[in-house]
């Protein structure tokens, strides 16, 4: 499609229990990404992958997060025994080209979760 | 780790210009982006800049100076639908590193 689409919009969990994201990148582009943005504020970056490879996942608390992009389905963030301070906005963004050359990120509407 | 200072919060009237700063630090730097996002809403790509100097686009303008580490965005003929957070994003190896945020409010 023409635009990055994320499912759900929002996603209330109990303490402890699996939140699962989803997200379609623009048709076309490689490199997908994933952020976490709590309360309004910055943009923390989790993973990005090149088409179904990991391209970078310093930003991942590797514990309880993972992340997928398999062929022909959309890209998956799971968060397994969620916590409070996982509630926030997650943002998944798609681009052309990889961060060494790149100059801009589409951004999909962001799903909220809610740890409750 | 990388990090990126932009005010928290900045207010102009309607029809002013405004100004918004960034500082970045510069290992690994590669250029520096502009970002909207509007309550509730995605992030939109409002500029880049890798060069040093002014990219214009028609009432934004972004600015880079390499040697002072330093942009700005400047919004001209602001309008009410500017009301909107902007961050400024860092290019450095291979990540994009967001600001904090700056919350500008306009008035009318």
């Known amino acids: 499609g023409e635009e990055v689409a994320q499912t759900p919009k929002h996603l209330v969990r109990g303490e402890g229990q699996k939140a699962k994201l989803y997200c379609a990148p623009i048709?076309?582009?490689?490199?997908v990404f994933w952020y976490q943005q709590v309360l309004k504020n910055e943009f923390k970056f989790l993973i990005s992958?090149?088409?179904?490879?990991?391209?970078?996942e310093t930003g991942m608390p590797k514990e309880r997060f993972s992340a997928k992009c398999l062929p022909n389905s959309p890209c998956s963030l799971e968060i397994q025994a969620t916590k409070l301070e996982d509630s926030a906005v997650y943002f998944c963004?798609?681009?052309?080209?990889?961060?060494?050359?790149?100059?801009?990120?589409?951004f999909g509407p962001g799903t909220r979760l809610t740890v409750l | 780790g990388q990090s990126l200072e932009q005010p928290s919060e900045v207010t102009a009237v309607e029809g002013a210009i405004v100004q918004i700063n960034c500082t970045y630090q510069?290992?690994?730097?590669?250029?520096l982006s502009w970002y909207q996002q509007h309550d509730g809403g995605a992030p939109t790509f409002l500029s880049y800049n890798a060069l040093d100097g002014l990219e214009e686009t028609g009432r934004f303008s972004s600015f880079l100076s390499r040697s002072d580490s330093y942009g700005y965005l400047l919004l001209q003929e602001l309008q009410m639908k500017d009301s909107a957070s902007y961050f400024c994003a860092e290019r450095a190896d291979d990540k994009i590193i967001f600001g904090k945020g700056t919350r500008l409010h306009i008035l009318p």
């Open positions: 510069t290992s690994g730097f590669y250029g």
């Open positions: 992958f090149q088409n179904e490879n990991v391209f970078d």
């Open positions: 048709k076309g582009h490689s490199y």
């Open positions: 963004a798609s681009s052309l080209r990889p961060p060494t050359s790149l100059v801009e990120q589409f």
